[in-house]
């Protein structure tokens, strides 16, 4: 029988003791538990954690719902899997590097067009689906929503909705992104660490059709990106650009 390092050992009493018996039976609280020790470096970055049986056993759920916390914490990046291998906790949570996150201002600029930004809307309200998954929380939490638009030599380049977490960022009021967009602010406000991009083909509706001068469910240039600050996100933003957009990316 092959022997259980130590530091997994420990780390499965302490979760019983912890626990008192208290069972979770969906993966959303084994992925709390799972994050709340990687955040409280009882998991450090680098260190394998307990595999999926022994988290059931430990936790007292199902391995399959384990399976389903682990695979989100994976595809967000925070935890690494590799069969015969084992689960290890991400080494970007240890480098602590600041995020350089280029700015629509410095995009815009960087064309030799005039940069022009105005904020859409700010509001509090219950977060999308996609948007609850991005930045982990629970769907009846309500997250501060940003719209804003972009103009290039005043026509229209880009529209954009960006979620933020209230509760782990400074506080955050409209005159803060009035004449600012919500990325600047979060980056004099916050160390990002790093950052996930999604790139697909979107219908666009409402102001953004109207904003690109687009009729309704046009196809559009859709990027979806997710700013984490160590184990936290703390942004999800939807990023919409007019038809024949071109994305230039330099290595």
């Not at 240890?94 to 930004?117: C, N, Q």
Request: glycine residues 6%; aromatic residues 6%; hydrophobic residues 40%.
């Amino acid at each position: 029988m092959a022997k259980i390092p130590g530091n997994l050992v420990r780390s499965l009493r302490a979760s019983g003791a912890a626990g008192g018996g208290r069972r979770m039976n969906t993966w959303q609280s084994v992925r709390a538990d799972v994050l709340e020790r990687i955040r409280s470096r009882e998991w450090p970055p680098g260190e394998l954690i307990p595999t999926e049986h022994e988290l059931a056993v430990s936790l007292g759920c199902a391995r399959a719902t384990v399976n389903r916390a682990l695979r989100e914490l994976a595809d967000s990046g925070i935890i690494e899997r590799r069969r015969k291998v084992g689960t290890r906790v991400a080494a970007t949570s240890a480098r602590r590097t600041v995020l350089d996150m280029p700015a629509m201002r410095t995009e815009i600029e960087g064309m030799g067009a005039l940069y022009a930004y105005r904020l859409a809307n700010f509001l509090t309200r219950l977060p999308t689906e996609a948007a609850a998954r991005a930045l982990q929380v629970p769907p009846g939490e309500e997250l501060v929503l940003v719209k804003a638009t972009y103009t290039a030599d005043g026509q229209p380049h880009c529209c954009e909705s960006i979620w933020l977490n209230p509760r782990i960022l400074p506080p955050l009021t409209r005159q803060d992104v009035e004449n600012r967009s919500a990325h600047e602010w979060l980056a004099s406000q916050v160390a990002l660490t790093h950052g996930r991009f999604s790139i697909l083909a979107d219908a666009a509706t409402g102001d953004c059709a109207r904003h690109l001068k687009i009729a309704e469910g046009t196809p559009v240039l859709t990027i979806e990106r997710t700013n984490w600050s160590d184990t936290t996100p703390v942004s999800f933003a939807r990023q919409f650009y007019p038809p024949q957009h071109r994305l230039v990316s330099e290595d």
